[in-house]
């Protein structure tokens, strides 16, 4: 996972506004930092999301999301909203 892709998919799960505030507020204890403080430190926005997705409690299906054809997102995104 690129950087573009981590943000890309934050975007996709969380929306912009709730996945900023997130990645910026949310204390991923595996880490020991937010999202942007172990993006900071180098840590890898693949390992970063994974640790998003389960801390924030999210389906397991968005895991994966960065590498999903448009069709499958689109099935992704009507679920999440139910």
């Not at 998003?52 to 999440?80: C, F, P, Q, Y």
Request: net charge negative.
């Amino acid at each position: 996972m690129t950087l573009s892709e981590f943000w890309d998919a934050v975007d996709e799960v969380f929306g912009a506004t709730l996945g900023r505030s997130l990645t910026a507020d949310l204390y991923l204890p595996a880490l020991r930092a937010t999202c942007v403080e172990a993006l900071e430190q180098g840590i890898s926005p693949d390992e970063v999301w994974g640790e998003l997705v389960r801390e924030s409690g999210s389906d397991e299906a968005v895991r994966w999301v960065h590498r999903m054809n448009s069709k499958d997102r689109e099935k992704l995104r009507r679920a999440i909203r139910r």
